[in-house]
């Protein structure tokens, strides 16, 4: 069985094939970063319109890569939701359309579940039940996860996400989006012991986390030092610490907690280097995506649709339904 998947739910359009026995075959991706950058944040409505321009392309491209044709194809997947409305109405209608014209199973896929299966497809993969981590520009989750499509959420941030906390840190500092990249690299000539940032929410019981206020400590000390010499990487230094420490106090507690072995880590923030040193103090075993399917990739839709097929789900009909919130514990 062969699986199409499509990404459209920000600024990465993605396609991409997964096959049954020899796994991803195809994987194209193109990102909007660049013309979003000149706005300093995601324009949503752009965002929809070059999903409209590259989604034909890049479906070609990925044919081409796999060395197959749309007749080939057994089923497609998309992602649902969450994500902003217009671009996943993009994805879904492609989806949908491609889906009636060829009669194909058309699947609509969680994007937060994407993330978190995506770690399946590497070797070794992790084995159910696991403690998932999942750090995204928008969502920064805890999940227990027994087996495929059973999801008890643990914890979660009240506030900003993971990842947004990144963006907006960056943003303050004069860098471009996204801004996770951008601080790893500035952070890299820092001296992380220089400015020493608070570790929001450890200091009590609970696997819930808060970054917004990170973002106020960042700002206070950058009018405060801003003349001193090095101060944006030793800012960059001391907040990426302060933000990879949080997540690994928690997931060792969340481990501990409910006895588990295993812990998953994935989303965009998963590709930071530091915090995959930092969580090798772990005793657990730790398993990440590779680095391309950290961040928004089609591959781990189409792997995520792959599994949902298998395990009987389709969409019931050729309607275009998207949910620009939804809830990942609802997704089965
Ligand atoms: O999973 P993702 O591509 O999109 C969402 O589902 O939101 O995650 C994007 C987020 C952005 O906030 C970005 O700044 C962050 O992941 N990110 C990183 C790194 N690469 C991407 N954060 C820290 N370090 C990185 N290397
Ligand atoms: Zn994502």
């Not at 699986?3 to 193109?30: M, P, Q």
């Not at 109405?89 to 937060?112: D, E, S, T």
């Not at 928690?250 to 923030?269: P, Q, T």
């Amino acid at each position: 069985m062969k699986v199409l998947g499509i990404e459209t739910s920000c600024d990465d359009t993605g396609i991409a094939i997964y096959d049954e026995g020899e796994g991803i075959i195809a994987n194209s991706l193109y990102s909007q970063t660049a013309m979003h950058n000149k706005y300093g944040g995601i324009v949503p409505e752009l965002a929809s319109r070059d999903h409209i321009r590259k989604l034909l392309p890049l479906m070609e491209q990925a044919l081409k890569e796999a060395k197959c044709k749309l007749s080939d194809i057994h089923a497609i997947a998309y992602t649902r939701g969450p994500g902003l409305m217009g671009a996943l109405m993009v994805g879904a209608a492609f989806a949908k359309g491609l889906g009636y014209a060829n009669q194909l199973p058309c699947i609509g896929v969680h994007h937060m579940e994407a993330h978190l299966l995506a770690p399946l497809l590497e070797k070794p993969a992790p084995e159910f039940p696991f403690i998932a981590l999942l750090v995204s520009g928008g969502h920064t989750l805890l999940v227990l996860v027994k087996q495929f499509g059973d999801y008890q959420i643990l914890g979660e941030s009240v506030d900003d996400a993971a990842g947004e906390a990144f963006d907006k840190v960056a943003k303050l500092l004069g860098l471009p989006y996204p801004g996770g990249p951008a601080i790893e690299k500035l952070a890299e000539g820092g001296d992380v012991s220089r400015f020493k940032f608070p570790r929001p929410m450890t200091d009590r019981s609970g696997l819930d986390f808060s970054f917004s206020g990170l973002k106020t400590s960042v700002l206070n000390i950058y009018e405060k030092f801003k003349n001193e010499e090095n101060c944006k990487a030793n800012i960059a230094a001391g907040f990426q610490i302060a933000v990879i420490e949080t997540l690994l106090i928690k997931c060792e507690r969340a481990l501990k907690e409910v006895g588990i072995k295993s812990l998953v880590v994935a989303g965009g923030v998963s590709a930071n280097q530091y915090l995959r040193k930092r969580f090798q103090k772990l005793d657990e075993s730790v398993f990440y995506p590779r680095y391309e399917y950290c961040t928004d990739n089609a591959a781990m839709v189409a792997y995520a649709g792959f599994l949902r097929i298998k395990s009987g789900y389709v969409d019931k009909d050729f309607a275009i339904q998207v949910r620009a919130r939804w809830e990942l514990a609802e997704t089965h």
